[in-house]
């Protein structure tokens, strides 16, 4: 299994393009099971999800083939109603494949759902609005398994505003008999970017980028050709490495709407962050600390926690990030520890002490955002970090070394 090798520390310059989102794309792949017409993504970023999710869509029985930047779908019969559990169990976005499929199919046999191992992130809110739109649920074996003689549009109300289950949950009512109104619905920019492919299709949608959306049924959704937004969290990543390293990048490919949180918290620290139209220009700055709290879109997003803890350490002060949507999401602070990080957890905070020195040590990768911080935390200590366990960066980050590599990192993937 391969690793990354990194020599710092080092400056970075130049221009780097985001990928397109994988957070967008996996519940757009996901929809293709909704029409038995021709579906072409453009763009498609080369990811271990993404390949996963093209496995599991050819599985049920979707033709899948490159075509120009990404790849063409077409789902016109089912050769079997199983998400089995061995292309499942590593990826979490594998759950939006029940939406569709009870809403064109009218069956699924989904095995439970893998991926980072971040916390519990439970399906119940899926299910139970699901079961109210007039599907039978069990779970058994470590399946879920659902039928319907036929979904009906209702009044649903999310206890959490889960972009899962947002997301499984318009898809489903695309193709329901009657009006489905979700309430407290999540707001991340990847529902919007869902609703406008679920449009493009001929769904009929409203409330988008609100917390009330409005899915009205239709007998049938045609194909389309569409093209996911730009990956706000690789983005992050990114502007986050700048800053740790002290370098001018710009970084480019994506909406810098879509990150108001985060530019606004780094801003405070004292960041130079110039907004452009399709990305952001990062200047050279001294930085202060900073107090976090992660929350749902349109809050600080929990995926760039683990990188904002690694940018606190070369910050100065003292700085507390808390984390409020899941967990188990602190495995990454003892291996910044071995880089010798001054971090300190209290109950769901850590508490950052910037400045602290760093030195390269070999470290290990636990889940995807985790990965970034190291890579990050990498960068600004003194010589070789050999970073184990990199299937999980694969998972959300294209061609990293290449793209960190042409900024002019010292990085490379070495063999075990």
Do not use: W
Not at 15 to 35: E, G, W
Not at 194 to 218: C, H, P, Q, R, W
Not at 249 to 257: E, K, V, Y
């Amino acid at each position: 299994m391969d690793k990354l090798k990194v020599v710092g520390p080092l400056n970075l310059k130049g221009s780097v393009t985001i990928s397109k989102a994988k957070n967008a794309y996996l519940p757009l792949l996901a929809a293709t099971i909704l029409s038995d017409e021709k579906i072409v993504f453009g763009e498609v970023p080369k990811l271990r999800d993404i390949g996963t999710m093209n496995k599991l869509l050819e599985h049920l029985g979707c033709k899948v083939n490159p075509e120009g930047s990404g790849f063409s779908y077409q789902l016109s019969e089912l050769a079997t109603d199983e998400a089995p559990y061995e292309l499942v169990k590593t990826m979490r976005a594998s759950i939006c494949v029940l939406g569709p499929m009870l809403g064109r199919f009218k069956k699924a046999k989904v095995s439970l759902p893998g991926g980072c191992a971040i916390g519990t992130r439970p399906i119940d809110l899926h299910l139970k609005n699901l079961e109210k739109m007039g599907a039978t649920i069990v779970i058994e074996g470590g399946y879920v398994h659902a039928s319907t003689d036929g979904l009906k549009g209702a009044h649903l109300v999310l206890d959490f505003p889960s972009v899962g289950a947002t997301e499984n949950l318009m898809m489903a009512a695309s193709l329901a008999e009657g009006e489905t109104i979700i309430d407290n619905a999540a707001l991340e920019p990847e529902i919007t970017d869902l609703g406008n492919f679920l449009i493009s299709m001929g769904a009929e949608i409203s409330g988008l980028d609100s917390k009330t959306i409005k899915v009205k049924g239709v007998k049938k959704l045609s194909g389309s050709h569409y093209t996911a937004i730009g990956d706000r969290i690789e983005a992050a990543t990114y502007i986050i490495g700048a800053l740790m390293t002290k370098s001018p990048l710009s970084i480019m490919g994506f909406d810098p709407g879509h990150l108001d949180s985060v530019l606004e918290k780094l801003v405070s620290m004292g960041a130079n962050i110039e907004r452009l139209e399709n990305g952001v220009r990062v200047g050279v700055g001294e930085l202060k600390a900073v107090d976090i709290e992660t929350a749902p879109y349109p809050g600080f997003p929990t995926d760039v926690q683990a990188q904002m803890i690694a940018l606190c350490t070369q910050a100065e002060g003292t700085s507390i990030i808390t984390e409020q949507i899941f967990e188990n999401r602190f495995m990454h602070v003892p291996e910044l520890q071995r880089l010798g990080a001054d971090i300190t957890i209290k109950g769901n905070s850590a508490v950052v002490k910037g400045l602290a020195p760093l030195k390269g040590a070999p470290v290990m990768c636990t889940d995807l955002r985790a990965s970034a911080a190291l890579v990050l935390a990498a960068f600004c200590s003194e010589g070789e970090t050999l970073i184990q366990r990199i299937y999980h960066l694969e998972r959300g980050y294209e061609k990293i070394e290449e793209k960190f590599k042409n900024l002019g990192a010292r990085i490379e993937r070495v063999a075990e």
